[in-house]
């Protein structure tokens, strides 16, 4: 099924006219937004979330989790499932990250939040197609089944959606982490590498959530 970006999503359309756009391209087709949150920090899990949004979705502060404050987040994830057919949250830890690549891990959390959706649409027999933010398709998955959306998390609503259950996921367990090691401060920089995070390094070494193939400067 051919694609042209520019055509079917302008920039003027909101979260939700995108989205009824693709159901109206896509016809028939279950729609499932895609996305993940952690590549970038030096410690914990990278999180993938899956979505299957219902058409009465009514979050008018839906947006790319990282436009959002996190009181933002925080209220849109708890609102988020009574507006979802579907989701499904999953990791890869910093010890995958560190044995596959973190190209490799995002991949593997994406397929992981993925499977229970794909398997009840399979069973029932419901075709679909994968939104993944970005420009790259998930490995493992065959291509004719996805559609990466360049910025896709602040263009369609599934994607969006996403992004919030991903971002909100790993917050939360990195504040969790910060009780197991609190010398480091996760509770606060989330795993990042900010000056205090790369200064608790230096002094305690790393620990069992860090990565231990990420560069530190």
């Known amino acids: 099924m051919t694609f042209y970006h520019a055509m079917l999503l302008p920039k003027n359309l909101t979260l939700l006219q995108a989205e009824n756009k693709l159901k109206e391209h896509f016809e028939n087709y279950v729609l499932i937004g895609v996305d993940e949150a ?19 979705l009514k979050l008018p502060d839906l947006n790319d989790s990282k436009k959002l404050s996190e009181k933002q987040r925080e209220i849109i994830f708890e609102e988020l499932p009574n507006y979802c057919r579907y989701y499904s949250i999953a ?27 794909i ?20 490995r493992g998955i065959d291509e004719n089944l996805q559609m990466p959306v360049i910025k896709g998390d602040g263009r369609i609503a599934c994607i969006a959606a996403a992004s919030v259950f991903a971002k909100v996921h790993r917050d939360r367990l990195m504040v969790k ?29 790393d620990c069992e959530i860090h990565r231990k193939s990420f560069k530190r400067s």
């Open 38 to 56: 952690g590549r970038g920090p030096l410690a914990g899990p990278i999180v993938a979330a899956a979505t299957v949004l219902n058409d009465n």
């Open 91 to 117: 990791e890869a830890s910093a010890q995958e990250i560190d044995e596959i690549g973190i190209l490799n891990a995002d991949f593997l959390a994406m397929r992981r939040a993925l499977v229970p959706i």
């Open 119 to 138: 398997s009840q649409l399979d069973e029932k027999k419901i075709p679909y197609k994968i939104l993944v933010d970005g420009n790259l398709y998930i």
């Open 177 to 205: 982490f910060s009780e197991r090691f609190p010398n480091y401060g996760f509770e606060k920089h989330k795993g990042y590498g900010t000056k205090a995070h790369l200064t608790a390094i230096k002094e305690f070494g």
